[in-house]
Every structure is written in C-alpha cells, then in structure tokens.
C-alpha cells in the first residue's frame, strides 16, 4: 500500500499561482508514473498532468503553458506548479501514482480561484 500525502491547496486570484506536492514516503517512487487530476463540483474527475519515470510529461490543452508537473526521486516527491491561474480551475486537485498495475490516490486539495 503507498501513501500518497497533498499539500499545497488554497484561496486564490485570478492570474495568481499556486504549487501543489504530492509526497509518497517509503515508495519505490522513482518508477511510478506520477500524475494530477481535478474535479470541480458536478463534474467528472479529469486528467491534468503526468510524468513518467523517464521525465516525460503530457498535459491536458486547458492548462498548457500555464501549469508545469516535476518530480524529485530523491524526495519522493512531484510537484505541480500553476501559474495564470484562472476561475475554471477551481478544483479538488488529486495526485496519483501508478505502479505497474497498481494505482494509488491521495486525499485531494483543494484549489479555489476567486476574486
């Protein structure tokens, strides 16, 4: 079983940044894909961002060029920076990791932007 633990989440206005983590302690973390997800109220979860163990990254066209996802193996940690944030992205935010078959989710966070 791996934990995943968020943090980061917050009040926000529009055209601000927010970074949210995602820590994995005791995991072999280095070999998972690493990916964020949200969901806004009355809607379906949806991908965001993922990175592959390898570096790789792939992005959902609403948050290219505002949202950047990153991974440190050495703190077991990925992180997702968001910037230009804007009131569309107001959502519980959700890490996920995926071992082979295995998938684990943390908590969520939750991301407001509002005036």
């Known amino acids: 079983q791996v934990q995943l633990v968020e943090s980061g989440g917050g009040l926000v206005q529009p055209g601000g940044s927010l970074r949210l983590s995602c820590a994995a302690p005791?995991?072999?973390?280095?070999?998972?894909?690493m990916g964020w997800y949200r969901q806004a109220p009355g809607k379906q979860r949806e991908l965001v961002t993922t990175?592959?163990?390898?570096?790789?990254?792939n992005y959902a066209d609403s948050v290219k060029g505002r949202f950047t996802i990153s991974r440190d193996n050495a703190r077991n940690t990925v992180f997702l920076q968001m910037n230009s944030l804007k009131p569309e992205d107001t959502a519980v935010y959700y890490c996920?990791?995926?071992?082979?078959?295995?998938?684990?989710w943390g908590q969520g966070t939750q991301v407001t932007v509002s005036s």
């Open positions: 005791g995991s072999s973390f280095s070999s998972a894909i």
């Open positions: 990175i592959t163990s390898g570096g790789n990254t």
């Open positions: 996920k990791g995926t071992w082979g078959w295995r998938n684990y």
